[in-house]
């Protein structure tokens, strides 16, 4: 069998520095965005690389998988180690004591090889900003080194019939293992989308698409003109994605498809054209990709993509807002020299190989050098993250960092199954028998909680609560938030609302954050209305009392974030307070909608006017140093409180009990100092 030549060609390094280019100008935000597809290109080009170098091993009888687990380890291992070890030093000096436990955790998962898993089962709703976590672009190295060590043994248990192997039925077992792969990319990202995204068998078929490419016959050095034109088709589907796509793009699944095939299009395509081949105009894309300059960037983009990351993640740790586009720039250019050092004096030192050097040392010494961050960050994560490195009188706000993280009944999610049981977490004076309250919602919902069963232990009556996250209490309405329950919305809901119906429940508490459902275009922002008040009057209909509680005001920053900023820094936190006329705009859709709605007999409460400063400009967002968020919009447990007049027509006239409860109504007239 004929295999690609492995000698160095300069274009794929050129391939590699567009990739890692687009990926850094995304990050920064510099006018790339769908430069996240660059991920995607570093991975079919390690697909076509490594497939062609584990069939020619395998082609020449020399084929071994310790001497290909060693070529990865010097690969890959030295410099994400010295990158880890800055990181965790750094996030010593920065990071509060949970992020710097989670910053252990995502490290000790780095070196297990698991860190898109962890990233995966750790991003939800509530995890803190990704774009503030040091070590977010791990997961994609995971993913790779999770397909070196599954891919090589395959290749070799396909090929272990054929001496030297067929390529065109490894081909065939390829592309069959690379269509089902992305049809579970296709299929996860309609309901799994954060899986989609972080883990390998969703991913799969990228890299086996490279590996695809890689056995497929090279054309002919005489048919340069037809490489030629080929390399010319690859470079829309290769560079189209990255300035027509966005955020919002769905991806990976088909979206990744043009850049993934554009990449191994041109590999193939530009596999015969040797330097001494005759270059026609069509070869533009070759002879640019092999510049010098690009080729270079190219060599360095792994110790490059390795450490943007971090200098972006740490920046915007305690800038907060939006980062200035000078700095931006001038953290893309950082990244440079710290690229170039590790590549020359970690990544080039540790690359160079001998056949005399054994296999067993650099196993040894690369297990001892990982075992030794891993002890590391077991004693971060043990010691609960060195909390003790901050003063005391930062805890209130840390505590309330961390309140997002506690495991209790306002934490839990109501599941559709737990729904359709009537499986509901109860609130209030438990054994006081019918239910007076159901509070429905989303995680806004999960916010007023304490309020309401401070209120109905007052009263001495009971409540019950669903919500989950992301997902308004409106009927027949299909969210489109990842961390929402999609398609499984209207059934939760109307469950739901049959529940209330079956147990008679006289009263209805819907709460949300209802700008994330009223902000996009006006078209949908009037059919999501008219469902809220269809909403409104099945409930009605049910025989309960609907009351809409509106959203609380929304800061520029999370709150214990600006608050420590505040205090550890002596800065001023007045430009990230939510303004009246900033909350007025984001609330605007839902308070004009206050007369419909009660013509409906729905009932519209605003707790804003019990977060609001005297001076009557902007609104709180701590009282006597104790935080009323918990990020920007979710109110700790003691800001929950602080709003729970606001609900005190709902329980009115339901006992004769003394009042218990009584929450501060005057707040200061500027943030604490």
């Known amino acids: 069998m004929r295999t690609h030549s492995l000698e160095y060609r300069p274009e794929v390094d050129g391939l590699r520095a567009i990739a890692v280019l687009a990926v850094l100008a995304f990050h920064a ?150 269509l089902a792969s992305f049809a579970l990319s296709v299929w996860g990202l309609r309901d799994h989308q954060i899986a989609t995204f972080y883990l390998l068998p969703f991913r799969a078929w990228e890299m086996l698409l490279g590996g695809i490419f890689a056995l497929l016959p090279p054309l002919a050095k005489n048919r340069s003109t037809a490489g030629s034109l080929l390399s010319w088709s690859s470079v829309p589907l290769l560079m189209g994605p990255m300035w027509l796509y966005h955020a919002a793009t769905p991806f990976p699944a088909a979206a990744a498809l043009p850049p993934c095939a554009g990449c191994g299009l041109f590999m193939w395509a530009t596999s015969a054209l040797s330097p001494e081949s005759p270059r026609p105009r069509f070869g ?42 000078h700095l931006r720039l001038l ?48 004693v971060i994560i043990g010691s609960q993250g060195f909390e003790t490195r901050f003063p005391p009188s930062v805890r209130h706000y840390i505590a309330a960092q961390e309140e997002k993280l506690t495991g209790n009944r306002v934490s839990k999610k109501t599941s559709l199954e737990e729904a359709k049981a009537g499986q509901f977490p109860p609130f209030g004076e438990q054994d006081s028998g019918q239910p007076h309250l159901f509070v429905w919602g989303d995680s806004h919902a999960r916010s ?26 409106v009927l027949d309405y299909v969210p489109k ?46 059919q999501f209305l008219a469902a ?22 929304r800061h520029h ?3 214990p974030k600006a608050l420590l900023r505040q205090l550890i820094l002596k800065t001023d936190v007045t430009s990230f307070l939510c303004s009246v006329e900033g909350h007025e705009a984001l609330s605007g859709p839902l308070l004009e909608r206050k007369d419909t709605l009660q013509s409906l007999g729905g009932r519209l409460l605003d707790a804003s006017s019990h977060l609001l400063l005297s001076n ?50 005057n707040l200061p007239s500027t943030p604490s100092k």
Not at 297 to 311: A, K, N, Q, T
Not at 354 to 372: K, M, N, Q
Not at 490 to 513: D, F, G, M, T, Y
Not at 630 to 648: E, S, W
Request: aromatic content about 12%.
């Open 29 to 178: 935000g510099l006018g790339v965005p769908g430069g996240y597809v660059g991920v995607d290109v570093f991975f079919t080009i390690s697909g076509y690389l490594i497939t062609s170098i584990i069939v020619r091993d395998l082609s020449q009888g020399s084929f071994s998988l310790a001497r290909f687990f060693e070529r990865r380890i010097r690969r890959l291992l030295p410099a994400a180690l010295v990158m880890s070890l800055c990181v965790l030093g750094i996030g010593w000096s920065l990071l509060t004591a949970p992020d710097f436990v989670d910053l252990a955790k995502t490290t000790l998962s780095q070196f297990t090889l698991t860190a898109n898993i962890y990233l995966w089962k750790t991003t939800d709703y509530f995890a803190g900003p990704s774009d503030e976590k040091p070590l977010l672009h791990t997961w994609s190295l995971a993913v790779e080194e999770q397909f070196y060590l599954i891919y090589p043994i395959v290749l070799f248990w396909l090929c272990r019939s054929s001496k030297p192997p067929n390529r065109r039925v490894l081909g065939v077992w390829l592309g069959l293992l690379a």
């Open 557 to 559: 920053a999370p709150v």
């Open 284 to 325: 533009l894309p070759l002879l640019v990709l092999q510049h010098p300059v690009l080729v270079f960037v190219g060599r360095i983009s792994y110790s490059l993509y390795l450490w943007h990351w971090p200098l972006f993640a740490f920046t915007r740790y305690w800038t907060l807002g939006e980062l200035p586009l």
């Open 616 to 665: 009557q400009a902007y609104y709180a967002m701590e009282i006597d140093g104790r935080p009323l968020y918990y990020d920007d919009h979710h109110l700790t447990r003691f800001g929950a409180h602080i709003v729970a007049p606001a609900l005190d027509g709902i329980f009115a006239g339901l006992s004769t009990r003394p009042a218990t409860f009584s929450a501060p109504r």
């Open 331 to 378: 953290l893309f250019a950082a990244a440079f020299p710290l690229a170039i050092l590790s590549w020359r004096f970690v990544e080039s030192p540790f690359r160079r190989s001998t056949e005399r050097h054994a296999s067993l040392p650099w196993f040894v010494a690369a297990g001892a050098a990982s075992l030794l961050v891993v002890l590391m960050a077991v």
């Open 448 to 473: 007023i909680l304490p309020a309401t069963d401070s209120l109905a232990r007052e009263h001495g009556v009971s409540v019950l609560s669903a919500w989950t996250s992301s997902t308004p209490p």
């Open 532 to 553: 809220l008040d269809q909403t409104v009057t099945e409930i009605r209909r049910a025989g309960a009392t609907p009351w809409i509680l509106a959203q609380v005001p």
């Open 481 to 526: 938030d990842a961390y929402s329950l999609g398609r499984g919305a209207p059934e939760w809901n109307q469950v739901i609302l049959n529940q209330i119906a079956s147990r008679h429940i006289p009263h209805v508490l819907l709460a949300a954050k209802w700008n994330s459902y009223t902000s996009g275009p006006a078209v949908e922002t009037e």
